[in-house]
């Protein structure tokens, strides 16, 4: 049996001359749980060219909602040509019915197990249209995932880890806890160390989204990575802040940033979104603690939140100058569709553009409460403007926090975001008028 997985391209021209940020965690992740004796190729269109006519006898597409429109054209071409389709993801997890009109399976949630299931179901031709399972798949004794089929010269970050999936807090805006619950799901300690010295390199990224959410089950990990000589980046929340020793532990272990949610610098737009791990906090103290232990943020805002003026959107862009965050990332509220945003703006008649391909967090596609869709893209695009202009990124760039200076790390990442972001500049989506786009030789 013979399988292709794909990824989507979501926008045509983004990330640093044809390389994109990090590879799609999920195609690596169902090679691994496909029996060994199928032969399973992986295609990331983000980096490379889907080729439609592909001799095989089963497709699997992983999806986001930017990226939706496309795999459903590439889902056609493939089911035109009598090649079944499999539907999985954040996406067709939001929207089952939507994805089934363009797939022969839709796989709600996470594929371990349900995987297995479906390639057995379709070795003996019977493939059931949905798979949806309650239950969510201990994360204990996982295969490791096959990133032997990766290019990975095409990523900036080719090696990601995920140790955890899950996450206690229900962000209005965010689709993670639909799709991975609210309870913290851990892999076994050990099971990520040997992970991390299989992949035999220096410098790696943690995918999960808050990697100190238990700070006991943190010290343990990062204590076991000191050995390691390792340079990472994560995610995590600021409740780091309150913990010296899981910050001290984190340094040791080589951590030289966090990608953290900030989110807003208005309290009633934090309790608006439910952001939880930041209320109550004195925002700017708890930044110095971080960045007192060494450690570079990379901040994430989010603008057009229903108290968010055109006012909130400055002050947001001028703290995030002030205390001078290694980078920040601005983006314009976006309703994911299964998050509680998109429920109560489509209560509200407030979507603008139903368009998937615009759900990039860079296009307005619904009407905000305090300012109007122009002034609010006009905020996004002053805020890069601002925050990536020469003298900022400058004056940012060269803050000694202990450790090494990280220059050439702040430089490149501060002058990757300049290039796709300033300007006003939104990526350009990938037409999706029912045309298949010619391959595009892989850059
Ligand atoms: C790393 C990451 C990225 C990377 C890599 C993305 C990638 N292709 O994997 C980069 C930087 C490129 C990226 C870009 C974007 N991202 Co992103 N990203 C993440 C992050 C932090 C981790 C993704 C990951 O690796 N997860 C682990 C893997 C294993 O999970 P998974 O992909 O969902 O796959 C599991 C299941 O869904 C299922 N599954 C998935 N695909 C398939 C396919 C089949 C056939 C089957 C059976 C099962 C199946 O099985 C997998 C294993 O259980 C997530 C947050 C999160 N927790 O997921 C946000 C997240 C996925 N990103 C998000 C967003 C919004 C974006 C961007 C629009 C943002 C932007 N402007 O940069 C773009 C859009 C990209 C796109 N393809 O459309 C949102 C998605 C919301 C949504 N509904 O679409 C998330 C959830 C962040 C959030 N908190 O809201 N992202
Ligand atoms: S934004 Fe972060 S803290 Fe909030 S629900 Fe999503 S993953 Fe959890």
Redesign the pocket.
């Given at each position: 049996m013979r399988i292709l997985l794909i990824?989507p391209a979501?926008r045509t021209d983004c990330w640093n001359g044809g390389k994109?940020?990090?590879p799609?965690?999920?195609l690596p992740?169902?090679a691994s749980l496909t029996p060994p004796d199928v032969d399973v190729q992986l295609m990331d269109e983000n980096v490379g060219a889907v080729d439609t006519k592909a001799e095989v006898d089963l497709v699997?597409?992983?999806s986001?909602?930017?990226?939706a429109p496309r795999a459903y054209q590439i889902a056609d071409a493939f089911r035109a040509r009598g090649v079944p389709v499999?539907?999985?993801?954040?996406?067709p997890?939001?929207m089952p019915e939507e994805a089934g009109r363009h797939a022969d399976a839709v796989?709600m949630?996470?594929?371990?197990g349900?995987?297995e299931t479906?390639l057995e179901d379709f070795g003996r031709g019977q493939m059931k249209p949905l798979y949806r399972s309650d239950e969510r798949p201990s994360l204990e004794g996982l295969p490791l995932p096959r990133r032997d089929l990766l290019k990975r010269s095409a990523y900036l970050l080719p090696n990601?880890i995920?140790t955890a999936r899950g996450c206690p807090h229900a962000c209005t805006f965010?689709?993670?806890t639909p799709?991975?619950g609210r309870k913290y799901r851990f892999r076994p300690v050990d099971e990520v160390v040997e992970e991390v010295r299989s992949l035999g390199v220096r410098s790696l990224g943690f995918?999960d989204?808050n990697i100190v959410a238990s700070p006991a089950r943190a010290k343990q990990l990062f204590e076991k990575l000191i050995p390691l000589k390792l340079q990472w980046v994560g995610?995590g929340d600021l409740s780091m802040a309150k913990d010296p020793e899981l910050m001290e532990l984190m340094r040791r272990s080589g951590c030289v940033a966090m990608f953290v949610g900030l989110e807003s610098t208005s309290p009633e737009s934090l309790a608006l979104a439910h952001k939880q791990p930041n209320l109550g906090l004195d925002l700017s103290e708890t930044i110095d603690t971080v960045h007192r232990h060494g450690l570079d943020i990379i901040g994430s805002f989010v603008f057009g939140l229903d108290a968010d003026t055109p006012e909130v959107c400055t002050a947001t862009l001028e703290f995030a100058m002030r205390k001078k965050l290694a980078a920040a990332q601005f983006a314009v509220l976006?309703p994911?569709?299964?998050t509680p945003v998109y429920e109560q703006l489509v209560a509200e008649d407030r979507i603008l553009d139903p368009d998937w391909s615009k759900?990039?967090?860079?296009n307005v596609v619904f009407k905000p409460r305090g300012m109007s869709p122009a002034e609010l893209a006009a905020e996004r695009a002053k805020a890069y403007d601002r925050f990536y202009s020469m003298g900022s990124i400058a004056r940012r760039m060269l803050v000694w926090r202990g450790g090494h200076p990280k220059v050439l790390l702040r430089a490149a990442t501060n002058l990757s975001y300049r290039r796709i972001n300033r300007g006003g500049r939104i990526c350009s989506t990938v037409p999706h008028d029912g045309r298949v786009a010619a391959p595009r030789p892989v850059r």
């Open positions: 990824a979501w994109t940020l990090t799609p965690n999920a992740i169902l699997g597409i992983s986001m909602t930017a990226s499999v539907l999985g993801g954040m996406h997890t939001a796989v949630g996470e594929a371990e349900q995987w479906l990601m995920h965010c689709s993670v799709v991975f995918g989204d995610q976006t994911f569709p299964g759900y990039t967090m860079g």
